[in-house]
T-cell receptor, first 114, second 112 residues
Framework: DTAVSQTPKYLVTQMGNDKSIKCEQN?????MYWYKQDSKKFLKIMFS???????INETVPNRFSPKSPDKAHLNLHINSLELGDSAVYFC?????????????FGPGTRLTVL | GDSVTQMEGPVTLSEEAFLTINCTYT??????LFWYVQYPGEGLQLLLK?????DKGSNKGFEATYRKETTSFHLEKGSVQVSDSAVYFC???????????FGAGTQVVVTP
């Protein structure tokens, strides 16, 4: 059974389009995250939700909007895609309210904007 | 703010060689420290962690010790295998929500 899954795995689209990436976890965790990994492999947190509430919102363009319909799902919608949005996006989850617990990562979604 | 600095790669080694990847951090208080590994085409997996000063994390032959005096969490393995070829990330978490601050990653290439 996959712990953290993301769809799609690959996404190729044109500039200006709107796209969504979905994430689901079956670990019973209450906290979920989105990270962006750029072409140099650098990883940076974008958002985090705890029990459907936004708790971390880093400096990210407001074209990016996370949505958590329930605590097992965290989706990422991106409007008006730009070339610089090309990256690998990772979803992760963990137990709430603790910095010591392990974050479990999904396999990533490779977004290519042409 | 919090930050993590790790040695640049790629690090190229022969099988059975000793591996060290240096990692130092800047943080207020006592963050938790982690090493994650990313195999080609995959997501990140936790390799080991340490949550208190002087704790040693270990897994799959890898070890790292949380040192406050040197603000370091260096990763070591005594004898690497080709299957250890991957990108290794040092990270810290200093807030209660588990926000991870990553280093830039170090690519390790092990040749037969």
């Amino acid at each position: 059974d996959t712990a953290v899954s993301q769809t799609p795995k690959y996404l190729v689209t044109q500039m200006g389009n709107d796209k969504s990436i979905k994430c689901e976890q079956n670990l019973g965790h209450d906290t979920m995250y989105w990270y962006k990994q750029d072409s140099k492999k650098f990883l940076k947190i974008m958002f985090s939700y705890n029990n459907k509430e936004l708790i971390i919102n880093e400096t990210v363009p407001n074209r990016f909007s996370p949505k958590s319909p329930d605590k097992a799902h965290l989706n990422l919608h991106i409007n008006s895609l730009e070339l610089g949005d090309s990256a690998v996006y990772f979803c992760a989850s963990s137990r709430p309210g603790t910095s010591t617990d392990t974050q479990y990562f999904g396999p990533g979604t490779r977004l290519t904007v042409l | 703010g919090d930050s993590v600095t790790q040695m640049e790669g790629p690090v190229t080694l022969s099988e059975e060689a000793f591996l060290t990847i240096n990692c130092t951090y800047t943080a207020t208080g006592y963050p938790s420290l982690f090493w994650y590994v990313q195999y080609p085409g995959e997501g990140l997996q936790l390799l080991l962690k340490a949550t208190k000063v002087d704790d040693k994390g270990s897994n799959k032959g890898f070890e790292a010790t949380y040192r406050k005096e040197t603000t370091s969490f260096h990763l070591e393995k005594g004898s690497v295998q080709v299957s250890d070829s991957a990108v290794y990330f040092c990270a810290l978490s200093g807030d209660s929500w588990g926000k991870l601050q990553f280093g830039a990653g170090t690519q390790v290439v092990v040749t037969p």
